[in-house]
């Protein structure tokens, strides 16, 4: 990792590694940000967590609201959201999208219609008409295969999951996790920041100093270093708060998350709904063949998971190179950041 650092592979980054419950290893490397000055990476450091969202976020939303009788996983989205009925994604479920089998794209450049509308309409990227919007444009893609037929990482699908979980509970996704998940298992510094620069779902009580939050690229659409901004373009489209991404942490905030899924997979703690949470780790073998659970990855080769782990482990990449990957067999939790 150090040597990484300093050839250059990556800036830095953070490495917290926990066996039995128990931190085995935790060590910050390289730098936060090269420009305007180097600033070292620390323990500290929040990151923009990318993909993340997708199981730390949306996934555990809807765990959640499934746990409290609001949504059925095997409901037609076409009855829970009424945009989508007579589309060719109506009868696709929350399962569907949860193990990218819905038969969405993988991804569309959303933000550039959205752009190009804010042009006219200034004040138009970043609202809640831009966000409805999306879900319009999704509602018009053709399908790449039919419902429930093949496996294809869809950002898509999890735009969408985003919306239905905040259509459901009445209130922003931020809202919903910081309420209902982080703030009850204790997870500290997971957040989103809107569009506008505001902070969303903060911990309460906790002032969050943004100057903490590592930058990510140069980003030649909105012409700066990006920091403490979503990185994803469509999620900054649509006000900072989506499914797919735009959820910020520090490490020890996703190892918190993280314990809450393994203890409750384990039968260990009840923060998560124990059967839930082990019909959402296992590989659903939908179709036959994908490696997807619900929200979750599994092992397969080759990928970020090496060849250590059991086929019971579970976990995630982002974009931004964030990656978390849990496996019940031996109480491992990874987290690099």
Same mark, same amino acid.
């Given at each position: 990792?150090?040597?990484?650092?300093?050839?250059?592979?990556?800036?830095?980054?953070?490495?917290?590694?926990?066996?039995?419950?128990?931190?085995?290893?935790?060590?910050? &490397?390289?730098?936060?940000?090269? %420009?305007?000055?180097?600033?070292?990476?620390?323990?500290?450091?929040?990151?923009?967590?990318?993909?993340?969202?997708? @199981?730390?976020?949306?996934?555990?939303?809807?765990?959640?609201? %499934?746990?409290?009788?609001?949504?059925?996983?095997?409901?037609?989205?076409?009855?829970?959201?009424? +945009? /989508?009925? !007579?589309?060719?994604?109506?009868?696709?479920?929350?399962?569907?999208?949860?193990?990218?089998?819905?038969? /969405?794209?993988?991804?569309?450049?959303?933000?550039?219609?959205?752009? +190009?509308?804010?042009?006219?309409?200034? !004040?138009?990227?970043?609202?809640?008409?831009?966000? =409805?919007?999306?879900?319009?444009?999704?509602?018009?893609?053709? /399908?790449?295969?039919?419902? #429930?037929?093949?496996?294809?990482?869809?950002? $898509?699908?999890?735009?969408? $999951?985003? /919306?239905? *979980?905040?259509?459901?509970?009445?209130?922003?996704?931020?809202?919903?996790?910081?309420?209902?998940?982080?703030?009850?298992?204790?997870? #500290?510094?997971?957040?989103?920041? +809107?569009?506008?620069?505001?902070?969303?779902?903060?911990?309460?009580?906790?002032?969050?100093?943004?100057?903490?939050?590592?930058?990510?690229?140069?980003?030649?659409?909105?012409?700066?270093? %990006?920091?403490?901004?979503? =990185?994803? +373009?469509?999620?900054?489209?649509?006000?900072?708060?989506?499914?797919?991404?735009?959820?910020?942490?520090?490490?020890?905030? *996703?190892?918190? %998350?993280?314990?809450?899924?393994? !203890?409750?997979?384990? #039968?260990?703690?009840?923060?998560?709904? *124990?059967? $839930?949470?082990?019909? &959402?780790?296992?590989?659903? =073998?939908?179709?036959?063949?994908?490696?997807?659970?619900?929200?979750?990855?599994?092992?397969?080769?080759?990928?970020?998971?090496?060849?250590?782990?059991?086929?019971?482990?579970?976990?995630?990449?982002?974009?931004?190179?964030?990656?978390?990957?849990?496996? @019940?067999?031996?109480?491992?939790?990874?987290?690099?950041?």
């Amino acid at each position: 990792m150090q040597s990484a650092a300093e050839t250059g592979v990556f800036p830095g980054a953070v490495l917290l590694v926990r066996v039995r419950g128990r931190l085995a290893y935790q060590r910050a &490397f390289g730098c936060a940000a090269l %420009v305007p000055e180097r600033e070292p990476a620390s323990l500290d450091t929040v990151y923009d967590l990318a993909s993340l969202t997708k @199981p730390l976020a949306t996934a555990t939303a809807v765990l959640c609201l %499934v746990q409290d009788g609001r949504l059925d996983l095997e409901e037609p989205l076409q009855n829970l959201l009424s +945009e /989508l009925k !007579g589309s060719a994604l109506g009868s696709a479920t929350a399962t569907h999208l949860l193990s990218h089998s819905s038969g /969405l794209p993988a991804w569309r450049p959303f933000y550039e219609r959205l752009a +190009e509308q804010d042009r006219t309409e200034p !004040g138009f990227l970043g609202s809640a008409a831009a966000k =409805h919007a999306v879900l319009d444009l999704i509602r018009q893609e053709a /399908l790449v295969a039919p419902v #429930g037929s093949r496996s294809l990482y869809s950002d $898509l699908g999890f735009m969408l $999951l985003g /919306l239905l *979980v905040e259509r459901i509970a009445g209130c922003s996704l931020a809202a919903f996790c910081r309420d209902r998940v982080y703030a009850p298992i204790g997870a #500290g510094l997971l957040f989103f920041i +809107e569009t506008r620069g505001l902070l969303a779902g903060e911990p309460p009580g906790q002032p969050i100093d943004l100057g903490r939050v590592a930058p990510t690229e140069d980003d030649a659409w909105r012409g700066r270093v %990006v920091r403490a901004q979503v =990185h994803d +373009e469509n999620a900054y489209a649509i006000g900072g708060i989506a499914g797919h991404a735009g959820l910020f942490g520090t490490a020890s905030a *996703v190892l918190a %998350v993280s314990r809450a899924w393994l !203890g409750s997979s384990l #039968g260990q703690d009840a923060l998560l709904p *124990v059967d $839930l949470v082990r019909r &959402f780790v296992s590989r659903q =073998h939908r179709p036959p063949g994908s490696s997807w659970g619900l929200g979750w990855d599994t092992p397969s080769p080759p990928s970020s998971s090496g060849t250590r782990l059991s086929a019971r482990a579970f976990g995630h990449l982002g974009y931004t190179g964030t990656s978390l990957w849990i496996d @019940p067999a031996c109480e491992l939790e990874v987290a690099l950041l």
